[in-house]
């Protein structure tokens, strides 16, 4: 029985997926089903695959400075379609000073360089078992 | 082998001094090995073959199989080009930094290109809203070409661009601009990427199938080989496969194979192996384990001669030399204590050297989290100064050559990359081996097993899994500003009105029939659409319609 569905995602036309899909293989070797987007997907391609393939979690990755507006239009679109319950959580060049923005968003973690891996886990699991009905949800920041 | 008389020496020595040591304080681990998890013994000896096979192994500089280098006096004739790869925002903006970097020492140029530029879309594009000007500069049409090259003496500086997909568009408006200057094309020199093999297997900026990509990257031979003679055709690309995770084994083969894709594409179009592989150039990273480094410069130095000769009959010594260009390792930088960088680039750079490199890109110490500053940059273009003119590395042909260590690791490297690529041939060569997924699986298991042994702390990583600090103080960041989209944009449309409609029409007419014959060479029509003010996305445009897009197979 997996822990849970989750879809590694690379936004925009970045073309660097070493990271994208090192979390994707750790995930899988923890435990959970994880789709991998593949790079370049818009906004629009990820949030429907999403909702396709009905997973709790998106995992965006992003190195080539366009966080800001991508990461914000993925939540944007969860939302006009009313699946803003599937959380979404970000990695990549993030400098830190866009982190709180990123977060008020509604972007429930950011992993920066340098991230162990056990972090990473720990965070999605504790996500995945907040999700529960009624629940807000918590949100976090690892670098 | 070892001789005799040495190997009865080293077992006295092993049963003597050494046991005694290893009795007393054994070794740290039981099993050592280099970055790429190349096994490492305690000690190596001289081999027979070093001085009986000398002259066929090693040789000398500037000859067959130029191991120990391409020129025969090396850096003792002229230095390394130090050419920092730059560019951000506005072709303004970025001119400024390419100024300052040539007043600073640095002896050519390097362009780095927004996405939107390397996927061949306009920078007004929907798909772009976010990406403009942030990884590189943004250029649209000749006239964002005609201000980033202002002032910058096009006969005098060579300049290296970034641009693999659409290479051939901006290697026309690099020759346009000259041309406008009245610098002739005979004159220009410097490279252009144009390696699209390599953004299937790992940098994942490509527009068109890679058949169709490969015939531009045929014709750049062809045209550059009767019109543009001094340039680089193309930059056979190993950095970004290894950024990926590849180790210097799998960087040196794929790199190889690559190459031998290329070389076999233009000869199929009718091309001599002669008329165009002196053209040919390489692109690699250094990391920091430092002699795996310099011996894979060399072991890919003596395999691609060795190609070149026996594989594809190449006569001229200039077809089988490796010229290659150096870029310090981006993925070896940590945002954790960012002046630690400094020391890895240091490492690095001093590899790349004693690795015998024609050119050379230093990173700064803050690009784990953004582009440099010009602050950071000076240092980093200091940091080869400093290796040029203090080192004294620089002084003699091939320092670390005879190395005993070195040697084995050379031998070690060019074997294991002839593995590969005879598996690759065995597969149908590079085109299948990437299609069927073999190549990327290669690197995700190479990127994954070296992230597994940071996590288990098998390898350390300074500052990032030991030696941490508990306060990381901010430090300020190069930032992209979002209105340079608007800005671009805004110039772009300006650009529309004012240029011939009807030119731009007939041109890219004209590039719509060569592109649907396989025998016209595309570079005469797309100078024209350049000339005509046409943008990259119309021009990539035209040759969407007809060659396709390529999709990425899933895995």
């Known amino acids: 029985m997996p822990k849970g569905r989750i879809l590694i995602a690379k936004p925009g036309l970045d073309g660097h997926d070493r990271g994208a899909k090192y979390v994707a293989h750790l995930l899988r070797d923890a435990g959970y089903e994880v789709i991998y987007t593949g790079i370049r997907r818009s906004p629009e391609e990820i949030v429907s695959a999403a909702i396709q393939e009905d997973v709790q979690l998106i995992g965006l990755s992003l190195l080539s400075g366009a966080h800001n507006f991508l990461f914000e239009r993925v939540l944007s679109l969860l939302a006009q379609q009313g699946a803003d319950d599937i959380m979404v959580i970000g990695g990549g060049t993030i400098p830190a000073k866009d982190v709180p923005r990123l977060q008020s968003l509604g972007v429930r973690a950011i992993f920066t360089p340098g991230t162990s891996a056990d972090s990473i886990l720990r965070t999605v699991s504790r996500l995945l078992e907040e999700r529960s009905p009624g629940d807000g949800g918590g949100r976090d920041v690892t670098t | 082998m070892i001789p005799e008389h040495i190997k009865k020496a080293a077992k006295v020595w092993s049963e003597g001094s050494l046991k005694q040591a290893t009795s007393r304080s054994p070794e740290r681990s039981e099993r050592f090995e280099t970055a790429s998890g190349q096994a490492v013994e305690r000690l190596y000896l001289p081999e027979e073959d070093q001085v009986a096979g000398y002259v066929e192994k090693l040789g000398f500089p500037g000859e067959y199989p130029f191991t120990r280098g391409i020129h025969p006096t090396m850096y003792r004739g002229r230095l390394w080009t130090m050419r920092q790869y730059a560019g951000f925002s506005t072709a303004e903006e970025s001119n400024r930094r390419y100024r300052y970097l040539l007043d600073q020492g640095s002896t050519g140029l390097s362009v780095a290109f927004d996405l939107p530029t390397q996927i061949g879309l306009d920078s007004d594009d929907e798909r772009c809203v976010g990406e403009v000007g942030k990884v590189g500069v943004a250029i649209d049409t000749l006239d964002d070409i005609e201000k980033l090259f202002e002032g910058i003496p096009l006969d005098q500086v060579s300049t290296s661009m970034t641009i693999n997909a659409p290479a051939a568009i901006l290697l026309a408006m690099y020759i346009a601009v000259a041309e406008k200057r009245g610098v002739m094309r005979e004159k220009l020199s410097g490279t252009i990427q144009n390696d699209v093999l390599k953004e299937y297997i790992a940098r994942g900026s490509y527009i068109f199938p890679p058949q169709p990509s490969l015939r531009i990257v045929s014709d750049i031979f062809a045209f550059c080989s009767r019109e543009v003679p001094r340039w680089n055709t193309i930059s056979i690309s190993g950095y970004h496969i290894r950024e990926a995770g590849a180790t210097a084994v799998q960087e040196v083969a794929f790199t190889l194979a690559n190459a031998i894709a290329y070389i076999e594409t233009a000869l199929a179009a009718g091309l001599s192996i002669d008329q165009f592989a002196p053209r040919l150039t390489f692109f690699f990273a250094a990391h920091t384990d430092l002699f795996e ?24 010594p200039r077809s089988m030399m490796l010229r290659f260009h150096t870029q310090t390792g981006g993925v070896t930088l940590t945002a954790q204590q960012p002046d630690n960088n400094v020391v890895r680039v240091t490492l690095q750079a001093l590899a790349a050297v004693l690795g015998g490199t024609q050119s050379l890109h230093t990173n700064s110490k803050d690009e784990a ?21 203090e080192s004294g590395v620089t002084n003699t042909v091939d320092p670390l050559g005879g ?24 597969l149908g060569g590079v085109v299948k081996a990437i299609e069927c997924g073999y190549i990327q699986r290669e690197i995700e298991e190479s990127a994954y097993a070296y992230g597994r042994s940071v996590e288990e702390k098998r390898r350390i990583v300074v500052g990032v899994n030991e030696f941490r600090s508990d306060a990381e103080p901010e430090i300020e960041l190069f930032e992209v500003p979002e209105e340079v989209r608007a800005r671009q944009v805004e110039r772009l449309e300006s650009v529309r009105k004012r240029r011939d409609k009807r030119a731009v029409i007939k041109a890219l007419d004209e590039l719509r029939q060569a592109a649907n014959d396989p025998r016209t060479n595309l570079m005469p029509p797309i100078l024209k659409a ?3 003010y046409a943008s990259i996305g119309e021009i990539c445009g035209v040759l969407r319609e007809v060659f396709g897009e390529y999709q990425e197979m899933r895995q």
């Open chain 2, 369 to 389: 989290l953004a582009l440099p500053t010009e602050e950071a940059v000076t240092v980093a273009l200091r940091t080869q100064q400093i290796i040029a003119h």
């Open chain 2, 530 to 532: 350049v000339h005509a």
């Open chain 2, 403 to 426: 190395s005993y260590f070195l040697e084995h690791l050379t031998d070690q490297i060019e074997e294991g990359a002839v593995r590969y690529i005879r598996e690759i041939d065995d």
């Open chain 2, 293 to 316: 480094e310099v011996a894979k410069f060399r072991a890919a130095r003596r395999l691609y001669a060795r190609f070149m000769k026996e594989r594809f009959g190449a006569k001229d």
